[in-house]
T-cell receptor
Framework: EAQVTQNPRYLITVTGKKLTVTCSQN?????MSWYRQDPGLGLRQIYY???????DKGDVPEGYKVSRKEKRNFPLILESPSPNQTSLYFC????????????FGSGTQLSVL | QKEVEQDPGPLSVPEGAIVSLNCTYS??????FMWYRQYSRKGPELLMY????GNKEDGRFTAQVDKSSKYISLFIRDSQPSDSATYLC??????????FGAGTTVTVRA
């Protein structure tokens, strides 16, 4: 089954404790992206990657890191999480990142205490 | 001002009603217009995709784009309880970046 898989689905952590949210897609997509979703603000792009080893900032990159060492994986790293990073996070992928359909994972609900 | 503004809702309608969802935008370079549907505790899924102005129908769903007014709409005819979800408009110019509306939550009452 074609899908984008994120883990974990739920995560509670404390301020300053490094964490990684994994994302993997099995559709051989070139483009991958991370979004956060907050009430009233919608989906905001954190980082994106057009292909392996190429990443760039989205609208809200502060406090986040990403890497794209393999085509299928695009982990999101929070080196020192803060409470304002409490949010619902989505990984997404598309074939080429040229406006075609975005496929989303099921989301990761992160709470930073 | 946000690049994409979406009617905040929420909307609650009886089964069989017509649902009307709207977004306005400020960037005249937007060419591609999409509607995503997001069920509770799930990621968004593409529902409708249109390019340029005009109407597009797909079953009970109709997407309208009016580029002169910078306004897009989604209509759901004969709404069903299974249509209860959050609907997100999205749009992009010729590059990679997709801009989303904040979403409208719709509840269809049986």
């Amino acid at each position: 089954e074609a899908q984008v898989t994120q883990n974990p689905r739920y995560l509670i952590t404390v301020t300053g404790k490094k964490l990684t949210v994994t994302c993997s897609q099995n559709m051989n997509h070139e483009y991958m992206s991370w979004y956060r979703q907050d009430p009233g603000l919608g989906l905001r792009q954190i980082y994106y990657s057009m292909n392996v080893e190429v990443t760039d900032k989205g609208d809200v990159p502060e406090g986040y890191k990403v890497s794209r060492k393999e085509k299928r994986n695009f982990p999101l790293i929070l080196e020192s999480p803060s409470p304002n990073q409490t949010s619902l996070y989505f990984c997404a992928s598309s074939l080429m990142g040229q406006g075609e359909e975005l496929f989303f994972g099921s989301g990761t609900q992160l709470s930073v205490l | 001002q946000k690049e994409v503004e979406q009617d905040p809702g929420p909307l609650s309608v009886p089964e069989g009603a017509i649902v009307s969802l709207n977004c306005t935008y400020s960037n005249s370079a937007f060419q591609y217009f999409m509607w995503y549907r997001q069920y509770s505790r799930k990621g968004p899924e593409l529902l409708m995709y249109t390019y340029s102005s005009g109407n597009k129908e797909d079953g009970r769903f109709t997407a309208q784009v009016d580029k002169s007014s910078k306004y897009i709409s989604l209509f759901i005819r004969d709404s069903q309880p299974s249509d209860s979800a959050t609907y997100l408009c999205a749009m992009k110019a010729g590059d990679y970046k997709l801009s989303f509306g904040a979403g409208t939550t719709v509840t269809v009452r049986a």
